[in-house]
């Protein structure tokens, strides 16, 4: 393989996106961008955030995973199944009712000006960063390997990145990046799906012995009955059902392409169906993940210091060049899906919740779609930003950094809702920012000291103390 040809197979790629674009974005509007005009088919939206909720997170540090903690993430994944029941039954319905463009409006009516702002605050912050972390992961894959043959720069790289999303959804928006996540989805699971065959057929297996030396293996443990250790299956299976709820059902993002389907009934058979697609596509990356540890160790592969690199080091350089042409393709569709519907609900919550485009009436259309034009580039901007200060600091594999983060961000917001949702009290506005800013920074000092005081190490279940502190704090500033 050289970097001419990964390089002509990112722009025909990026070719189809633009094709996409130019049909779906016909006399689109603000409604369009925001939600579609509330025109997807329900079966392609599911099908589309497959890709999206995997991303290149999923694509690279799973597999990578499974050489430390085994088949047990399986166990947050199945957690997925009630939190996502929980979305649908709970969640879309008052969405539906309110008929939201952005989610966290309903923070307005529910407490009040602050608590609406911070709720707001708190997606732009958590999503600004997991989408930098996100599309860090890949892009950084695709410069060691492509780029840096032409001595380009990593900022220039991820420029590019950045420049090629916007143009294809500065227009179409929503509507457009329904229909491009179902290519992003076939090709992340084609590579998948080809590399374990390619694994396979190097080690002189069938596909039935592949999964009779999975089985085999260490690596493919799903329960973990030490109640000491962070993978514990229940609270690997409770951390699940709160994270699908707070990183889908509180996230615009997620919410945004739900929000696009023609009603109520198909939002709702779109996120049941995608919970339980979700079950037999994570099982398929702890299975490429397995399979490729023990790729490894009979072909005396060194493992590398970061796991991550595990997938890309064996896809490019001991598989052949057909390997690495279908692992980069699934890498491009990483790095777009991981960008491309942040980049949209991040101006879509910037547009409507702090600068209150859709309440304006003295505005023209035309100036709506030149406002949420110069957000839309703003916040690429900061995107770009935020995953260069990343790649100066990253010392840990990115899966668990960006769920650390998503613990102490959307746990605000998870807390919020359920104070809003299972409570009638009102409370004393003006103060929730300061509950939301509290709750994180004693969640963090729990955490780093978790084993000194309770002999107990914290995991992904930190997203449930730290929503279940804001609960509390809202309950101290309620009124009647």
Same mark, same amino acid.
């Given at each position: 393989?050289?970097?001419?040809?990964?390089?002509?197979?990112?722009?025909?790629?990026?070719?189809?996106?633009?094709?996409?674009?130019?049909? +779906?974005?016909?006399?689109?509007? $603000?409604?369009?961008?925001?939600?579609?005009?509330?025109?997807?088919?329900?079966?392609?939206?599911?099908?589309?955030? &497959?890709?999206?909720?995997?991303?290149?997170?999923?694509?690279?540090?799973?597999?990578?995973?499974?050489?430390?903690?085994?088949?047990?993430?399986?166990?947050?994944?199945?957690?997925?199944?009630?939190?996502?029941?929980?979305?649908?039954?709970?969640?879309?319905?008052?969405?539906?009712?309110?008929?939201?463009?952005?989610?966290?409006?309903?923070?307005?009516?529910?407490?009040?000006?602050?608590?609406?702002?911070?709720?707001?605050?708190?997606?732009?912050?958590?999503?600004?960063?997991?989408?930098?972390?996100?599309?860090?992961?890949?892009?950084?894959?695709?410069?060691?390997?492509?780029?840096?043959?032409?001595?380009?720069?990593?900022?220039?790289?991820?420029?590019?990145?950045? &420049?090629?999303?916007?143009?294809?959804?500065?227009?179409?928006?929503?509507?457009?990046?329904?229909?491009?996540?179902?290519?992003?989805?076939?090709?992340?699971?084609?590579?998948?799906?080809?590399?374990?065959?390619?694994?396979?057929?190097?080690?002189?297996?069938?596909?039935?012995?592949?999964?009779?030396?999975?089985?085999?293996?260490?690596?493919?443990?799903?329960?973990?009955?030490?109640?000491?250790?962070?993978?514990?299956?229940?609270?690997?299976?409770?951390?699940?059902?709160?994270?699908?709820?707070?990183? +889908?059902?509180?996230?615009?993002?997620?919410?945004?392409?739900?929000?696009?389907?023609?009603?109520?009934?198909?939002?709702?058979?779109?996120?049941?169906?995608?919970?339980?697609?979700?079950?037999?596509? $994570?099982?398929?990356?702890?299975?490429?993940?397995?399979?490729?540890?023990?790729?490894? $160790?009979?072909?005396?592969? +060194?493992?590398?210091?970061?796991?991550?690199?595990?997938?890309?080091?064996?896809?490019?350089?001991?598989?052949? &060049?057909?390997?690495?042409?279908?692992?980069?393709?699934?890498?491009?569709?990483?790095?777009?899906?991981?960008?491309?519907?942040?980049?949209?609900?991040?101006?879509?919550?910037?547009?409507?919740?702090?600068?209150?485009?859709?309440?304006?009436?003295?505005?023209?259309?035309?100036?709506?779609?030149?406002?949420?034009?110069?957000?839309?580039?703003?916040?690429?901007?900061?995107?770009?930003?935020?995953?260069?200060?990343?790649?100066?600091?990253?010392?840990?594999?990115?899966?668990?950094?960006?769920?650390? &983060?998503?613990?102490?961000?959307?746990?605000?917001?998870?807390?919020?809702?359920?104070?809003?949702?299972?409570?009638?009290?009102?409370?004393?506005?003006?103060?929730?920012?300061?509950?939301?800013?509290?709750?994180?920074?004693?969640?963090?000092?729990?955490?780093?000291?978790?084993?000194?005081?309770?002999?107990?190490?914290?995991?992904?279940?930190?997203?449930?103390?730290?929503?279940?502190?804001?609960?509390?704090?809202?309950?101290?500033?309620?009124?009647?």
């Amino acid at each position: 393989m050289t970097p001419q040809l990964i390089l002509i197979l990112f722009f025909v790629y990026t070719l189809s996106l633009f094709v996409v674009s130019r049909i +779906t974005s016909r006399s689109a509007n $603000n409604q369009t961008f925001f939600v579609g005009n509330k025109q997807s088919p329900w079966y392609v939206v599911a099908y589309g955030m &497959i890709g999206a909720s995997l991303s290149g997170v999923t694509f690279i540090s799973v597999p990578g995973w499974v050489g430390d903690t085994g088949f047990s993430y399986l166990m947050v994944v199945i957690g997925y199944l009630l939190g996502y029941f929980a979305i649908a039954k709970i969640l879309l319905p008052l969405y539906y009712k309110m008929n939201l463009t952005s989610i966290y409006a309903y923070l307005e009516g529910r407490f009040g000006f602050w608590s609406y702002k911070t709720g707001a605050f708190y997606f732009l912050l958590s999503r600004i960063i997991g989408a930098s972390f996100r599309m860090f992961l890949v892009v950084n894959v695709l410069q060691i390997f492509v780029f840096d043959a032409w001595n380009i720069p990593f900022g220039v790289t991820v420029a590019l990145f950045i &420049i090629l999303i916007w143009l294809y959804t500065y227009k179409g928006g929503i509507k457009t990046i329904v229909w491009t996540d179902t290519l992003q989805t076939t090709f992340m699971l084609l590579a998948v799906g080809i590399s374990v065959y390619l694994i396979s057929s190097e080690l002189n297996l069938s596909l039935g012995g592949l999964i009779t030396a999975v089985e085999e293996s260490k690596f493919s443990q799903i329960i973990i009955t030490d109640i000491s250790s962070r993978h514990h299956w229940f609270k690997q299976f409770i951390s699940g059902a709160f994270i699908a709820i707070v990183m +889908t059902g509180l996230d615009q993002d997620m919410m945004q392409k739900n929000l696009s389907c023609r009603n109520l009934k198909d939002a709702q058979k779109n996120v049941i169906t995608l919970s339980w697609i979700l079950v037999p596509v $994570n099982f398929l990356f702890l299975f490429l993940g397995a399979a490729l540890f023990i790729y490894a $160790n009979q072909m005396g592969i +060194t493992i590398p210091d970061l796991t991550d690199d595990l997938f890309p080091t064996i896809a490019i350089n001991h598989l052949g &060049i057909f390997s690495g042409l279908t692992f980069f393709i699934g890498l491009i569709a990483a790095a777009y899906s991981s960008a491309d519907s942040a980049l949209t609900a991040l101006t879509t919550s910037f547009s409507v919740d702090f600068l209150g485009i859709e309440r304006k009436e003295n505005l023209t259309e035309k100036q709506r779609i030149k406002t949420r034009t110069w957000v839309h580039l703003g916040i690429s901007t900061t995107v770009l930003i935020v995953i260069l200060i990343f790649r100066a600091i990253n010392d840990q594999a990115v899966i668990q950094k960006l769920f650390t &983060i998503a613990g102490y961000t959307y746990g605000p917001l998870l807390g919020m809702y359920a104070f809003g949702l299972f409570s009638k009290l009102k409370v004393k506005d003006r103060y929730v920012p300061f509950v939301a800013i509290l709750s994180p920074v004693i969640c963090y000092f729990i955490s780093q000291n978790s084993e000194v005081w309770f002999n107990y190490k914290f995991g992904f279940e930190l997203l449930i103390v730290n929503g279940g502190l804001v609960f509390l704090g809202l309950f101290g500033i309620s009124k009647k």
